[in-house]
């Protein structure tokens, strides 16, 4: 009878996720995963064909991270509880931001390719929805707010900013305001 495999395609990618967590995607290499494991790196490459494999498995499952802390933001108060999530997945995983956003690995192609997610128009369509701004306004909306957000948290994921959440939350709600009274008024002209 054949040994029974001791590590599993979850197990091994639950210590390389943790790994690349704490010091990053770029730490993650066979020797210094197979020693965490306590094991040779046969395993690895029984289960991932190829560390570039393995890497982008952590990828992904740092981006259902990040799309699950979205979807408890939009739950807990709409486009604001959003744009807090994000500021504060930066704040908390801080190398998961890097690999997403700060990095040219896996990255989107151009801000316009970011504007017509499917996601991101639903949101559009949300934020039109509530406001009552066109949905070309809405647009312009959604992006001084993103920019203004995603500056906040790159400032949050690099430790250079010193703001609290209330100082945070006060900003994003007066860009937003500001910016949605503006477009109002020049809707109404």
């Known amino acids: 009878m054949a040994p029974k495999e001791q590590f599993t395609e979850g197990i091994l990618l639950d210590c390389a996720f943790e790994m690349a967590?704490?010091?990053?995607?770029?730490?993650?290499?066979?020797?210094?995963?197979?020693?965490?494991?306590?094991?040779?790196?046969?395993p690895i490459f029984r289960l991932f064909s190829s560390m570039d494999d393995l890497k982008y498995a952590i990828f992904e499952r740092a981006s259902n991270l990040y799309n699950e802390r979205m979807f408890q933001g939009l739950q807990q108060s709409s486009f604001l509880g959003?744009?807090?999530?994000?500021?504060?997945?930066?704040?908390?995983?801080?190398?998961?931001?890097?690999?997403?956003?700060?990095?040219?690995?896996?990255?989107?192609?151009?801000?316009?390719?970011?504007?017509?997610?499917?996601?991101?128009?639903?949101?559009i369509a949300l934020i039109s929805k509530n406001t009552g701004l066109t949905q070309t306004s809405a647009?312009?909306?959604?992006?001084?707010?993103?920019?203004?957000?995603h500056g906040i948290a790159t400032m949050?994921?690099?430790n250079t900013c010193d703001l609290d959440g209330s100082e945070i939350e006060g900003i994003l709600k007066d860009v937003f305001e500001g910016v949605?009274?503006?477009?109002?008024?020049?809707?109404?002209?």
């Open 21 to 42: 967590r704490k010091s990053g995607i770029d730490s993650v290499n066979a020797r210094d995963l197979a020693k965490e494991l306590g094991c040779s790196t046969k």
């Open 82 to 123: 959003m744009g807090l999530a994000y500021i504060n997945f930066a704040r908390e995983e801080k190398k998961f931001f890097e690999l997403l956003f700060l990095s040219n690995k896996y990255k989107i192609s151009s801000f316009s390719e970011l504007l017509n997610d499917v996601e991101n128009q639903g949101i």
């Open 139 to 149: 647009k312009s909306l959604f992006i001084d707010i993103w920019l203004t957000t």
């Open 156 to 158: 949050c994921a690099t």
């Open 180 to 189: 949605k009274q503006k477009l109002l008024n020049g809707e109404n002209k």
